[in-house]
């Protein structure tokens, strides 16, 4: 008891001390600190505020219609044998496949706070849904920073396959709880899938009760203060990396990550952009892009960058969470197993993606997307997954009608020859 309160009391004694230098260095590095705010605020009014704020509100209006609750019957059967997490999980996955980082972790804390997961699958749910959009990985990464579109196809790939490699080798994480960690979904009534998704749809709605008007603000008001709150996160971050840069501090570090680097056959130089990446993913990717390292090199540690996704995205997940009872630790150590997987994947992918992505055609100019074009090509890809699963799910739901009618028809085979038997008798 003693050694957790010196643990505590030095943690404390040590935050102190580093938020009193933070604010010492900013004071005396005004105008960098200006200046990456105003970055910060940039990407956040140009990128995330048009590309996040609408499916905020969409997942918020979807929750409350009991959309999402039947969905979650109707996709069970993908998500629990695959995932061990209920049907609804896959709203959280299409949503943080389409929109990106912390879409996964705001729809896992919604879940969590309506009774649709238990804390173990809140915390399953986050291992794996926590990724990055198609639009950075393709737009901002590949043709913004590299200048070539053929990379975003490597970099997608892997960091997908990492990611649904991490969900897998988490659904046995929390099994020696059985019994604790699946969701009240799984006692469900022994009737067809679609009448059991209608019912859930109807209780969901009349649980909830709140007139449509009354959920539209509701939604609209949550889905602001969420934003905003993560614009918050992108300025401070900012600023925090500039301020460690100026006064030195990345400088001191960059050694020890160099001889790090080295362990792992990558080239050194790029320790400094991998320390930013570590803090935030926007400039890390940047950072690695500007380097002269091998490109296979960079390759490698922008996958792992990205599958990290900084310390920016940690705290935002940390504040989307906070108030349910799940649990960070198990979310830290899925971002560092999808950042070794994603690196791993990358460097087994460069040969064959080479050949694959060959005939792409090259794209050295990148425009940013407007406000209403992100939001339409987000809606599409959200669109294009979810009616994958959906498509999935009656593959799977026709396969086992087939195999039941199969058993069926055995069964009423036999019935007349035993019959006869009797009757022989």
């Keep these: 008891m003693q050694a ?52 905020f509100v ?126 009240i979904s799984e006692a469900s009534p022994r009737e067809g899938v679609f009448k059991r998704a209608l019912y859930a749809l109807y209780k969901a709605r009349q649980e909830d009760g709140r007139p449509v008007g009354q959920l539209l603000g509701d939604a609209v008001k949550e889905s602001m203060a969420t934003i905003f709150m993560i614009g918050g996160f992108i300025m401070l971050f900012a600023v925090l990396v500039r301020i460690l840069t100026a006064i030195g501090v990345m400088a001191l570090i960059t050694p020890v990550v160099s001889g790090l680097l080295r362990l792992f ?61 799940i649990r960070l630790l198990p979310y830290l150590v899925a971002r560092v197993l999808h950042a070794l997987l994603a690196g791993l994947y990358t460097l087994l992918l460069l040969k064959p993606m080479a050949i694959v992505t060959g005939a792409l055609p090259l794209a050295i100019t990148y425009t940013p997307l407007g406000g209403l074009r992100r939001v339409v090509l987000t809606g599409r890809q959200l669109a294009v997954i979810v009616g994958s699963l959906l498509l999935l799910a009656g593959f799977n739901y026709l396969r086992q009608k087939f195999v039941l009618v199969k058993e069926r028809g055995g069964c009423l085979c036999s019935r007349p020859s035993e019959t006869a038997k009797g009757e022989n008798r």
Aim: glycine residues 12%.
């Design 4 to 55: 957790v309160f010196v643990v505590r009391k030095g943690r404390t004694l040590l935050l102190a001390v580093g938020g009193v230098l933070v604010t010492l260095a900013l004071v005396t590095f005004p105008e960098e600190g200006l200046q990456a705010a105003k970055d910060g605020l940039k990407v956040f009014w140009e990128i995330v505020l048009p590309s996040l704020f609408p499916f």
């Design 58 to 183: 969409l997942s918020e209006l979807l929750l409350g219609l009991g959309v999402v609750h039947c969905l979650g019957v109707i996709l069970e059967p993908i998500m629990r044998p695959f995932f061990n997490v209920p049907g609804v999980g896959a709203f959280a996955l299409s949503m943080g496949l389409a929109a990106g980082y912390p879409m996964d972790a705001v729809i896992t804390a919604k879940f969590r706070r309506s009774g649709l997961c238990t804390r173990t699958e809140g915390e399953r749910l986050l291992a794996f849904t926590n990724t990055a959009d198609p639009l950075f990985m393709f737009g901002a990464v590949a043709v913004g920073m590299f200048g070539n579109v053929r990379l975003g196809a490597l970099i997608a790939t892997a960091h997908y396959l990492s990611a649904f490699s991490v969900g897998f080798l988490f659904r046995f994480y929390g099994e020696r709880k059985l019994g604790q960690d699946r969701s």
């Design 265 to 325: 056959g990558l080239d050194p130089g790029l320790a400094g952009s991998l320390l930013q990446g570590l803090l935030e993913i926007d400039l890390g990717c940047m950072a690695v892009a500007r380097t002269t390292a091998p490109l296979s090199h960079k390759m490698i540690l922008v996958s792992s960058i990205i599958a990290w996704s900084g310390l920016s995205v940690h705290g935002q997940v940390a504040s989307v969470v906070h108030g349910t009872d």
